[in-house]
């Protein structure tokens, strides 16, 4: 999966992009628990030879600056025998994470939610669609949820439950648009 978020030159999102251009590859939302994390800004330098896009960065109060220790592999100069071998170090890497739902980096757990773990993100996950502007129709989103999650084969896929969720709230508000 790509960290980065695809663009494009107009502003208009495909029902079935919206949920990932939207939310899960933006770098502005947690991807746990769809807490707004960050504040981008985009300015453009102009000097020198070529134009330079810019982008600062600043946490909400919904995120704080954590060391996430991570375990690096290191070689040391020389060992006893006279040889290298590798060894091991901890080594801090200062990460934001989201003080609703306390994810280091903001991206979601491998673990499947609950039934009722996803109905309660189905609040910020609108407040991050109405900030972008897209129609839907939330109680569509409320019902495709609970229905995706009371369904033993697909359960446990949550990221294409939000996906596919999504994409039939915004069909459901627009449906003579597509």
Known sequence: MSTTSPTSD???VSPANAF?????HNPRVCNGCFEHVKELEEHTFSGGITDHDVHDQSRTPQATLEQDERIVDTVPAESVDGGSRPGQQRAAVPRTTCR???RIGCWADDTTLTK???LRLIGPLAHRLREQGLEFDKSVLRRSIRKFKEIEAVQGYDTEIFRRSVKLAVLRAAPTEY
């Open 116 to 118: 009722i773990q996803a």
């Open 100 to 102: 609703s739902c306390s």
């Open 20 to 24: 990932d251009r939207l939310v899960w």
């Open 10 to 12: 107009d502003d208009h």
